[in-house]
């Protein structure tokens, strides 16, 4: 056995689960691909408990010298494969074939993009996929907002408290959501419905201006979030059939751990704290996993 526990993501999950795993003098490994992973782009966080405001990489550098500091080994590699046999949990990267008692899944989701010139360009300059995350930059701006289900909905719905408009752009004319959220949104009058309409391209210089839509029409805007879904990142340890609820998250018991022996996992990928997507709870569910596992060692 090379290690007691992996822990997969090096994101705002990944690395406290790796100190906390330290402190409690297991031998660890955070691997990830890129460090500091969806928080690490965006331009500023401002509801990181003490850090008034810091660019997300800064928080996260934060969070990988933390790790390190208290005896966490980081690598940056891309995990290829997760198989268990019945002793040992294999994982294997591009360079290399660990063995662990215990893996600790933080691989987070991924949220879909429209793939519209310029939403590559413009993400971290106002282009963003999480309106709890970035919402308070905006406060009385102007800012478009695409999706038709409940998240694109409930967000807008919270970005109208903060925003002067928000447009709210869906390639139909009705929404997939509940109609609480519907009648809500149409209640507000700071929400503009765009409906039968696509985004065409974003343009703007330094940072995002205008959003075109494949009617011509454009929208003059300081901000633009997508809204349409986010997949739960799981294809890893998928062949060991773990449990899993209807939006593909894995369901864990109040200690963290999934439906196989010795899996834990936590953040977005889960199915606790009620779904809240948010850097503090993924943070907290890992130092919980890490504390589980440390629990389970001491009983053998």
């Known amino acids: 056995m090379d290690y007691d526990v992996v822990i997969v993501g090096s994101g705002s999950a990944g690395l406290p689960a790796g100190m906390y795993a330290s402190r409690y003098k297991l031998k660890n490994v955070v691997i990830g691909k890129e460090p500091g992973w969806a928080l690490a782009t965006s331009h500023q966080v401002e509801n990181w408990p003490g850090v008034l405001s810091a660019p997300g990489k800064e928080i996260m550098d934060s969070f990988a010298e933390h790790a390190i500091n208290s005896g966490s080994e980081i690598i940056q590699d891309t995990v290829s494969s997760i198989e268990k046999n019945s002793e040992w949990f294999i994982v294997k990267t591009t360079n290399k074939e660990i063995t662990s008692k215990y893996v600790v899944l933080a691989s987070g989701n991924t949220y879909r993009k429209l793939w519209v010139p310029g939403e590559a360009e413009f993400l971290g300059k106002w282009v963003s996929y999480c309106a709890t995350c970035d919402g308070n930059f905006f406060k009385n701006r102007d800012i478009v907002l695409v999706g038709g289900w409940n998240t694109a909905l409930t ?4 970005l109208s408290e903060l925003c002067s408009k928000v447009y709210l752009v869906h390639r139909k004319d009705t929404f997939r959501a ?23 391209h974003i343009r703007g210089t330094m940072f995002l201006e205008e959003v075109v839509l494949k009617s011509g029409k454009v929208l003059k805007a300081d901000g633009f979030f997508v809204a349409i879904w986010s997949d739960p990142s799981i294809d890893l340890v998928k062949d060991m059939n773990p449990k899993v609820d209807d939006e593909n998250c894995l369901v864990v018991d109040k200690r963290q751990e999934t439906s196989v022996k010795g899996l834990y996992a936590a953040g977005d990928v889960t199915t606790n704290s009620n779904k809240f997507k948010q850097t503090i709870m993924s ?18």
């Open 283 to 300: 943070a907290a569910e890992w130092c919980l996993a890490a504390d589980s596992i440390h629990e389970d060692m001491l009983r053998g």
């Open 155 to 158: 967000e807008a719905l919270y």
């Open 178 to 200: 509940e109609d609480i959220w519907v009648d809500q949104v149409k209640k507000k009058d700071n929400i503009e419905l765009v409906l039968k309409e696509e985004v065409d």
